[in-house]
């Protein structure tokens, strides 16, 4: 089997679609493995934080964990420039591959990582350096699979083929709540608290081990030529010749993975925290909502391939902007939980428009021999100050007593990442500078 299109006789042919589609699962294992891995620590922190931090009330110590989880965001761009050089100048495989198995590393070490009371200050440093090596991991991963699934993705289709990578990565958020869901109902709170939540991190290293399987067989999808190229894997010909996409993907990431942080991680603790449910309530909730936001990723995926990738920007940018605020104010008092689902899937529908075609979108701005490096380095510096942070800054304003600024300021960042959209192409791809 082989990807490369230049040793595809047809295009439209059963068996290049099957090639494709093996290419397209092989790559997405990986993904949803990671984002397993990195979200079962948001998702379990509830039972977790008072091992590592065990001084202060609830709120305090989620802050304190939240602060870890928003540090492995700021290793990102490292990893989306280490990563980015490793796909653009040796392979997307071969970085797809390295990543997963730092991914694998990190989640072990924090699985049997002992507590404050038993190593002292060690165990939240220990903790952070894990935390900072899966964010290199998980940096270094958006940017090559994104890259990945763009290559190999039908013309025409591409929207519909690259939603996948959105699929996988929801899909590991998914099953880090049902993993909740299924430690909620087969040990006590007691035991989840005392040991039953390092079962996951558990799982995640094992899992891995099929993903590089998996992984192992996919074909090369850059050529020689590209990978010799000058300035392959450059960071200096990146943001000297292209700088313009390299700022735009800054600009929509911000209010993209700002809203979709808020309305997936940081929303079960949301809905404990302010709206005053159960975590057994909110979990079960947010598995619903996370299950039908991944079905919707193929379908919005489809409809950019023909309503346009700036349309579908322009419809998310203008949904966040609007309607990030009466939702987020409605939840604090929804009494009702079928309303609360309600309006949870109203936000990730909206943010649907962006997460959908967010990997396609960024890979038809660059070229291929510096393809990687500019999705995966754009992305990771804007996910790391936005996305990564988000949960944090959530956590702060409420703990200052003005959690309400925190809807502006998601609204905010989703005017402008429809402001920036509209520098995209009316037609086609990239800028219309």
Known sequence: MTIKQENIASPQSGQDVKQRIWAIVGASSGN?????????????????????????????????????????????????????YIADRHGRKNSMLISVCMMCLGSLVIAFLPGFDSIGVAAPVILLLARMFQGLSVGGEYGTSATYMSEVALEGRKGFYASFQYVTLIGG???????????????????????????????????????????????????????????????????????????????????????????????????VNTAGMDAKTASSLMTGALLVFMLLQPLIGALSDKIGRRGSMLIFGAGAAICTVPILTLLQSADNHWVAFLLVML?????????????????EMFPPQVRALGVGLSYAVANAIFGGSAEYVALLLKNAGIETSFFWYVSAMGAVAFFVSLLLHRKGKGLQL
């Open 32 to 84: 949803l493995v990671e984002w397993f891995d990195f979200y079962v620590y948001s998702f379990f922190s509830l039972y977790f934080a008072h091992i590592f931090f065990p001084k202060g009330d609830t709120t305090t110590q989620l802050l304190q964990t939240a602060g870890i989880f928003a540090a492995g965001f700021l290793m990102r761009p490292v990893g989306g420039w280490l990563f980015g």
């Open 173 to 271: 958020q998914l099953l880090a709540v049902l993993t909740v869901v299924i430690l909620q109902n087969l040990l006590s709170d007691a035991d989840l608290r005392q040991w039953g939540w390092r079962i996951p991190f558990v799982l995640g290293a094992v899992l891995a081990v099929v993903a590089v399987w998996l992984r192992r067989s996919l074909n090369e999808t850059s050529d020689k030529n590209s990978r010799e190229h000058r300035e392959a894997g450059s960071i200096v010909g990146l943001l000297r010749h292209h700088w313009r996409p390299f700022l735009m993907v800054l600009g929509f990431t911000a209010g993209g993975s700002l809203s979709f942080y808020t309305f997936t991680t940081y929303m079960q603790k949301y809905l």
């Open 347 to 363: 936000a990730l529908v909206i943010t649907s428009f962006y997460t959908s075609i967010s990997g396609i979108l960024k890979a």
